[in-house]
């Protein structure tokens, strides 16, 4: 059973950047691969970025290609993804999640941590 810890979120004007982390207990870190999704009020759950275990692959969602960077270091068991020119659009509850298929954390991922806010000002 993994658990995954968020933090870095918080409150950053329209332009700005935020990075968030993802640390992972519970499980063999390096055999997961790992994503973002984030959820704006009354929307549903959207993919933005996973990484594969060696972070060897990586997929963005269009919306945050050029924009957010995911990383890893399974040293430390953790992830992070880097937010940059940041969008009032971009605010929203943002999760980390894992799963051992790659493709999986494009859509269902087995585990997922309980998300930390972001929230862009205009």
């Known amino acids: 059973q993994a658990h995954l810890v968020e933090s870095g979120g918080g409150l950053v004007q329209a332009g700005g950047s935020l990075r968030l982390s993802c640390t992972a207990s519970g499980e063999t870190f390096s055999d997961y691969a790992m994503g973002w999704f984030r959820q704006a009020p009354g929307k549903e759950r959207q993919f933005l970025a996973t990484i594969s275990w060696n972070g060897g692959t990586i997929y963005y969602a269009d919306s945050v290609k050029g924009r957010f960077t995911i990383s890893r270091d399974n040293a430390e068991n953790t992830i992070h993804l880097q937010m940059n020119s940041l969008k009032p659009e971009d605010t929203a509850r943002y999760y980390c999640?894992?799963?051992?298929?790659?493709?999986?954390?494009?859509?269902?991922?087995?585990?997922w941590g309980q998300g930390t806010q972001v929230t862009v000002s205009s």
């Open positions: 999640a894992a799963d051992r298929d790659i493709q999986a954390t494009t859509k269902i991922p087995r585990y």
